[in-house]
């Protein structure tokens, strides 16, 4: 069973910035891991891509969140991140983490963000 562990969620004023990291119970540098990425899902709306990177370092962002948040990973600490700056009241979701591995799609419980006044 591989676990995802989201952290760094929490409530933070338009145009601040907050680091989401995702710790995962499998190395990140295995060969059976095809993406790895975050999604988000708002009250009312349907879970969408936020940012996602692949074996071969290929990045893709959603249109919304180009320029504002990027997306790293710490291979020794088996971590994927997410920096997420100049947030804005639309960016307020709970945000998933996700491994798209070889023989299925592995979730994390989700962290909740918040951006408001």
């Known amino acids: 069973q591989v676990q995802l562990v989201e952290s760094g969620g929490g409530l933070v004023q338009p145009g601040g910035s907050l680091r989401l990291s995702c710790e995962a119970s499998?190395?990140?540098?295995?060969?059976?891991?095809?993406?790895m990425g975050w999604y988000r899902q708002a009250p009312g709306k349907e879970r969408e891509l936020v940012a996602t990177?692949?074996?071969?370092?290929?990045?893709n962002f959603a249109d919304s969140v180009k320029g504002r948040f990027t997306i790293s990973r710490n291979n020794a600490k088996n971590t994927l991140y997410l920096q997420m700056n100049s947030l804005k009241p639309e960016d307020t979701a709970v945000y998933y983490c996700?491994?798209?591995?070889?023989?299925?799609?592995?979730w994390g419980r989700g962290t909740q963000v918040t951006v408001s006044l």
């Open positions: 499998i190395s990140i540098f295995s060969s059976t891991i095809n993406t």
């Open positions: 990177v692949s074996r071969d370092g290929s990045t």
């Open positions: 996700n491994f798209g591995l070889r023989f299925g799609d592995y």
